[in-house]
Nanobody, 119 residues
Framework: QVQLVESGGGLVQAGGSLTLSCAAS?????MAWFRQTPWKEREFVAA???????YSIDSVKGRFTISRDNAKNTGYLQMNSLKPEDTAVYYC????????????????WGQGTQVTVSS
């Protein structure tokens, strides 16, 4: 059983920064971050493979950086230049599958952490 524990969400002004962390138990998996608002389906944000290959959506490229520390079995999402439209609950997810881009690729999920960006 894999457990994912997120931390680092909060309230920040537009243009500010936050770093989300996702601590995983068990073996090392491919990891990703998704986000969800009440009016949208859960959306893929970024993923990182066990080997360090990264993928992200266009709207966060240049602003968000996904990384991981395999020794700590922890993933990170560094979010800079935050915008009000980044406001959402952010979820960490993990998978052993090489497919990384959709919610159905991930069997393991964290509880979510709220990120609110004020204008």
């Amino acid at each position: 059983q894999v457990q994912l524990v997120e931390s680092g969400g909060g309230l920040v002004q537009a243009g500010g920064s936050l770093t989300l962390s996702c601590a995983a138990s068990g073996r090392t998996y491919n990891m990703a971050w998704f986000r969800q608002t009440p009016w949208k389906e859960r959306e893929f944000v970024a993923a990182i493979s066990r080997g360090g290959n990264t993928y992200s959506i266009d709207s966060v490229k240049g602003r968000f950086t996904i990384s991981r520390d395999n020794a700590k079995n922890t993933g990170y999402l560094q979010m800079n230049s935050l915008k009000p439209e980044d406001t959402a609950v952010y979820y960490c997810a993990a998978t052993g599958s090489p497919r990384l881009l959709t919610t159905t690729d991930y069997p393991y999920w964290g509880q979510g952490t709220q990120v609110t960006v004020s204008s």
